[in-house]
């Protein structure tokens, strides 16, 4: 994996909020970092933690969650995992799947991991949050809020007359890169966090 990018984090974020950006001239050692608080925050729920990574196969842009979802389960993360490119979490499937979540899982601790559209300059970033994510938001879908934490990545920018082209237009490789930085920080996070509580 690349040398791949910048820790940051700006002023007008909440403090339990990471920004990361693709750099090629950036220490691999940041992504450390990110990975250190995605590990605090999964230690503290005694929840059912599953991650729920949403997007369509259909779409280059709206691929990162199910190239996420498919790399983690690669990985045998050992929670469970729903939304991989086999068996994507869509806008036409996402009430039924979160119905299946709650059903089976009653105290669950929901992480999603979506796609995002944004400006220019902001392509490659990458963010840890508290909280909520409405899926679809960007292409003005109404779904349902979804997750407890969720981390999002810029894939593309955001033309407001015609985002799903924007979606449809982005990169591959881009796409395929922040999936690949999405899942080792979670990975690391993840086996971290089991080391830790043996």
């Known amino acids: 994996m690349w040398s791949f990018f910048r820790y940051m984090k700006r002023n ?16 691999e050692s940041e992504i450390e970092k990110i990975s250190n608080k995605l590990k605090e925050v999964l230690s503290q729920t005694s929840k059912e933690i599953i991650f729920l990574c949403v997007g369509s196969d259909r779409s280059t842009g709206d691929s990162l969650g199910p190239l996420v979802g498919t790399m983690l389960k690669e990985k045998n993360i050992p929670f469970p ?13 996402i009430k039924k799947v979160l119905k299946e979540i709650h059903e089976k899982y009653r105290e669950a601790f929901i992480f999603g ?3 995002s ?14 909280g909520p994510f409405i ?6 879908k109404v779904l349902p809020s979804v ?7 810029i894939v593309n920018y955001l033309d407001p ?22 899942t080792e920080i979670i990975t690391r996070a993840v086996y971290d966090n089991r080391e830790s509580s043996k």
């Not at 899926?135 to 003005?140: E, I, K, L």
């Not at 007359?161 to 930085?181: C, F, K, M």
Request: glycine share 8%; hydrophobic share 35%; proline share 4%.
């Open 12 to 27: 007008d974020e909440k403090e339990n909020s990471k920004i990361m950006s693709v750099q090629k001239n950036s220490k």
């Open 81 to 93: 995992v729903y939304g991989t490119l086999k068996e994507p979490v869509h806008a036409l499937n």
């Open 113 to 115: 991991i979506d796609a």
């Open 117 to 130: 559209l944004g400006d220019e300059g902001q392509i490659g970033y990458i963010f840890l949050k508290e």
């Open 135 to 140: 899926p679809g938001n960007a292409v003005n």
């Open 147 to 153: 997750g407890n934490y969720h981390m999002k990545a």
């Open 161 to 182: 007359s015609s985002p799903v082209q924007s979606l449809n237009n982005t990169r591959l490789y881009t796409v395929t890169i922040l999936a690949e930085i999405i």
